[in-house]
């Protein structure tokens, strides 16, 4: 596992996984924005993140072919932390397909992902390169993961622990230049509150989010 | 206004014995709205008003331009437009507030749509008229921001297409016009029917324009509002449906429309004061298709169908959101969030139908004649399908 400050990354030879926070934290999602781009397809779990823009699990990285039996084993780990599978318990894993010929996986993949998730231990390499790049902003630190595939991006996830809302990271995510980018923001934790109670949130101003969009510009480049 | 709902009956039921086609172009009966007359849509209550200015702070004024008959004189009239103001509060060039957008179908114009997607905010009154005068209107309301140096805020202007009655290539709307309405506006009851934006708009082939209607949401010991107000025109008129029934097949039978453009849109704004983001209030906005839809509309290829949503409980200090270091919101819970996308359905259905029950026959340019909606004949088919209320089923 490689510890990168605003998320960790965890590799298998078949896939890899981003978290932000362990997986079986307390319910509570973070905002998120997505942006694909030209004719990317490759997405399961993004319904969720469009209809109330967050996210509350790990985001799942794996060759295109084998996207479906991932987000299965990323649901089962939704399951794993509230059989309630809801939106702020890992519900639904936000699983991103990767052209790249898929490795052979052994047959008892699907724990062995569980398990280093769990653990936030790596065990080999995805087959594809990452590159991890950040910036700090006044008081803000933005950090991308590349992925690429010969050469080319496949994916970028931008992490930012400034207070941005939906809208704001939005204009983070569309700077992607990948075919699909996800921008998140940790620096509002939507916890799950009582009807009687109103979630807190904090937000950046127009001046403070101008200097993390140009970081955000140099560092999907 | 109140309505004797059993002489209504009676009446009624007289009135039903006279032919379909005169009942038609000459109601017997005043306009009312619609839970005035029984008809009661969804199950969320309304607000006091049952108007968009049940939302505190939420004003509304109608500037109203009628004059002229008969043939089409570019430029001349006859004339049946005008402008609907609405305040979403009153300093909102210096207090923004969040809100979001929805387009069911974008053949149209709504400025400000980018502001909503962009920004997140609403940093202007809003202004609904006719086609031709969108940008006319847009200037007017560009001269009430500030000027310095921070970004200026963004008119928020939807229009829809009166050219059935009214001059609309003569742009009959000035900017005296836009103030007036804007200077008119108070909290209260909302006028409805033929009125300011409203004047001239056609909807399911009867006489639309303004309708409003609100809902009062109780849970976890708050009690928040949510107001609609629509510019209907839109929508064929064997489509219309009241609270389910298909009222416009029916009446079609009895008296078919003239066969015309299907040019034409509903605006529909909602204002509440409960605590929603911007993209909160985007699914919100996105409710009001389902309101929309529930009246028979399915957004013609033609239409220009747009929402904007509006939330008064946060408000935003334009130097503090351009310039600051940072502020602070707050939220109702996504989990809780559902009453408020009923209330947004249920009140837009009923403002369209308000417009509906509350537009009077209107004729304009070449003598085209545009009826109300027959109410006799409505509640009579409302009544053989048992959706009216307070005994007026029979």
Redesign the interface.
């Known amino acids: 596992m490689a510890k990168q400050g605003l998320f960790k990354v965890v590799e298998l030879p078949f896939c890899q996984a981003l978290l932000f926070e362990h997986w079986d934290a307390a319910p509570g999602r973070f905002f998120a924005a997505l942006r694909t781009r030209g004719a990317f397809t490759s997405l399961l779990g993004n319904g969720v993140l469009e209809?109330?823009?967050?996210i509350s699990g790990p985001v799942l990285l794996v060759p295109s072919s084998a996207i479906g039996g991932v987000y299965d084993a990323g649901l089962r780990l939704a399951d794993a932390r509230s059989l309630d599978a809801?939106?702020d318990q890992g519900w639904t894993p936000l699983t991103i397909g990767i052209d790249v010929t898929a490795p052979a996986r052994p047959d008892n993949w699907s724990a062995q992902f569980l398990d280093a998730i769990q653990q936030e231990k790596s065990s080999g390499a995805a087959p594809w390169q990452n590159t991890v790049r950040d910036a700090s902003v006044a008081d803000y630190r933005l950090q991308r993961l590349h992925c690429h595939v010969d050469g080319k991006q496949a994916a970028t996830i931008l992490a930012t622990d400034a207070?941005l809302?939906?809208?704001?990271l939005?204009?983070l995510a569309d700077l992607g230049e990948a075919p699909v980018t996800i921008a998140v923001a940790l620096g509002n934790r939507?916890p799950?509150?009582?009807?009687?109670?109103?979630?807190?949130?904090?937000?950046?101003?127009?001046?403070?989010l101008a200097p993390l969009l140009s970081a955000a510009r140099r560092l999907t480049r | 206004m109140t309505f004797d709902r059993r002489q209504f009956v009676q009446l009624g039921a007289l009135s039903l014995l006279a032919p379909a086609a005169t009942a038609a172009a000459t109601p017997v009966l005043g306009r009312h709205r619609a839970r005035a007359l029984g008809i009661t849509i969804g199950h969320l209550p309304p607000g006091p008003l049952n108007a968009i200015t049940d939302v505190a702070g939420v004003e509304v004024g109608h500037t109203t331009i009628i004059s002229g008959h008969g043939k089409l004189e570019i430029g001349v009239g006859p004339v049946r437009t005008g402008v609907t103001a609405i305040w979403p509060q009153r300093n909102i060039v210096h207090e923004f507030l969040p809100c979001g957008v929805d387009v069911p179908n974008g053949n149209g114009e709504f400025s400000g749509m980018l502001a909503a997607r962009n920004l997140g905010i609403l940093n202007s009154p809003i202004c609904l008229t006719t086609t031709s005068s969108v940008g006319m209107v847009h200037d007017a309301l560009q001269k009430l921001q500030p000027v310095d140096d921070l970004p200026s805020g963004t008119p928020v202007v939807g229009e829809t297409w009166d050219d059935i009655l009214n001059d609309g290539v003569g742009r009959h709307v000035h900017e005296k016009h836009v103030l007036e309405a804007l200077a008119a506006a108070r909290g209260g009851p909302v006028a409805e029917g033929s009125v300011g934006g409203g004047t001239g708009m056609t909807c399911y082939e009867y006489k639309g324009g303004i309708g409003t209607a609100s809902r009062v949401i109780e849970q976890g010991g708050s009690r928040h509002t949510v107001g609609v107000l629509v510019q209907a025109n839109h929508g064929l008129r064997y489509l219309l449906r009241i609270d389910g029934v298909p009222v416009g097949a029916e009446l079609s039978r009895q008296s078919p429309a003239e066969p015309r453009s299907e040019l034409n849109s509903a605006l529909m704004i909602i204002a509440t004061d409960a605590p929603l983001l911007a993209h909160q209030l985007q699914r919100l906005a996105r409710r009001a298709t389902h309101g929309l839809a529930r009246t028979g509309s399915i957004s013609s290829n033609s239409s220009g169908d747009f929402t904007l949503a509006f939330s008064t409980a946060n408000r935003i200090p334009r130097e503090a959101f351009y310039r600051g270091r940072g502020y602070a919101l707050q939220s109702v819970e996504q989990f809780h969030i559902f009453p408020y996308l009923e209330a947004a359905s249920e009140a837009v259905e009923e403002a369209i139908i308000n417009a509906l029950c509350m537009a009077e026959d209107m004729t304009g340019i070449n003598g085209n004649f545009v009826p109300a909606l027959p109410l006799t004949e409505t509640l009579e088919i409302l009544r053989r399908h048992g959706r009216l209320s307070g005994g007026a089923n029979g």
Do not use: G, K
């Open positions: 209809e109330f823009r967050t809801e939106i207070p809302l939906p809208q704001q939005q204009r939507l799950r509150v009582e009807v009687s109670e109103l979630q807190q949130i904090d937000a950046v101003s127009e001046q403070q």
